[in-house]
C-alpha cells in the first residue's frame, strides 16, 4: 500500500518560499493601494477659504477679483493696482492658494507693479473639480493676461509673469503661447513628469522614482481626464528672446536643484539663473530676504520698464 504523505510535513524551504511569495504580494498590493490614494489626493480639488493673509498685511490697497477662465470656470483673485505702467501674475504652487505669493506680489507692488495673483483652478476659491498637477491650469493664463490688458492703468505691452513650483511650470508651458508675456520668473519650477523633463537618471533610486513616477503620470491623467502635455524641456525654447530668469534652491546634489537646472539647459536666450543652496523648496524668501526682493525687481525693471 503506498505511503501517503502528510501535507503539513514540509521542508524549510517550502514554507520560505511560501512565505516570500506572501510577502512580495502583500508589498505589492500596498504599493497599489498607496498610489491609488495618492493620485486620488492629487487630482482631488483642494479648495477652501483663501484665509488669513492678504495685501493689507503689508499695507497695500487691493480688488478681489472673479474672472472667468478656460473652460468658462470661475477664477479667484487679488489685484494690486499698477502704478507704474506694469504688471505681473503670479501664479502659486500646487494644493496652496494665492496667498503663497503674497510675498513676492508685495515685493513687486512696493516698487510700483501691479501684481495679479489668482487661485489655480481646482485650488482655493476657484471653480474646478479636478486637478491635474497644473497641465489644464495654461488654458487660464490667456485670460488673466487680457484681464490685465483691460485695465486702464497698465501698459499691454509691459506685463510679465511669475511663478513658484507647479506654477512655475505652468508659466513656461503657457509664455511661448502668449508673446504679451515680457518677462517670466520662475521660482523651483515643477515638472510635467519626470520622464519628460528631469535628467537621466544616475542611480537605482532615481531609475525606481522615474518609474514610480509614469505610474503617477499614467494614472493622474487616467483620474482627471487631461491627457499629459508636452514637457516643460520640450516648449522653454520657445520663449526666446524674450528673458527668463530661474531661481534654484537647495544643494545641487539634490534632486530640486538637478531638476531646475536642466530645464534651464533648454531654455533660449536672454536667460540667467540664481542659485540660493541653503534654502529649501521656496525658501528664497525667508533665507535672503533683501537680495531676493532686489533681484527680482531688478529683472522686471531692467525687461519691463528699461531701466
Known sequence: MPEIKNPFK??????????????IGGLLLA?????AIWINAMVRPARGTV??????????????????????????????PSQNG??????????????????????????????FLYD??????????????????????????????????????????????VGGQIALRAAPELEDLRAIVVDDPGY?????????????????????NRIDTWGISLRSGVPVPPGVTEVVGEISPRPIFFIINGPEDEFGYQLVYHIYTFAGEPKSYWHI??????????????????RLVEFY?????GE
Not at 525693471?301 to 520698464?305: G, H, Q
Request: hydrophobic letters at 40%.
Open 10 to 23: 514540509r521542508g524549510w524551504k517550502y514554507w520560505l518560499r511560501l512565505l516570500s511569495v506572501g510577502l
Open 31 to 35: 504599493a497599489v493601494g498607496y498610489e
Open 51 to 80: 484665509c488669513c493673509a492678504s495685501p493689507a498685511d503689508y499695507g497695500l490697497d487691493y480688488e478681489e477679483v472673479v474672472f472667468e477662465g478656460g473652460d468658462g470656470l470661475k477664477l479667484s483673485g487679488w489685484y494690486i
Open 86 to 115: 506694469a504688471a505681473v501674475i503670479l501664479l502659486h504652487g500646487y494644493s496652496g492658494d494665492r496667498q503663497q505669493v503674497t510675498h513676492q506680489a508685495a515685493i513687486l507692488a512696493e516698487a510700483g507693479y501691479g501684481a
Open 120 to 165: 489655480l483652478r481646482g485650488h482655493g476659491e476657484s471653480e474646478g473639480e479636478v486637478r491635474s498637477l497644473g497641465w489644464a491650469d495654461v488654458a487660464d493664463v490667456p485670460y488673466a493676461l487680457a484681464w490685465l490688458q483691460a485695465r486702464p492703468e497698465v501698459d499691454p505691452q509691459k506685463i510679465g509673469i511669475f511663478g513658484f513650483s
Open 192 to 212: 510635467v513628469s519626470a520622464a519628460k523633463d528631469a535628467p537621466p537618471p544616475p542611480n537605482l533610486t532615481e531609475r525606481a522614482y522615474h518609474i514610480m
Open 277 to 294: 543652496p541653503e534654502a529649501g523648496h521656496g525658501g528664497g524668501p525667508k533665507m535672503r530676504p533683501e537680495e531676493y526682493a532686489q
Open 301 to 305: 525693471d531692467s525687461t519691463l520698464l
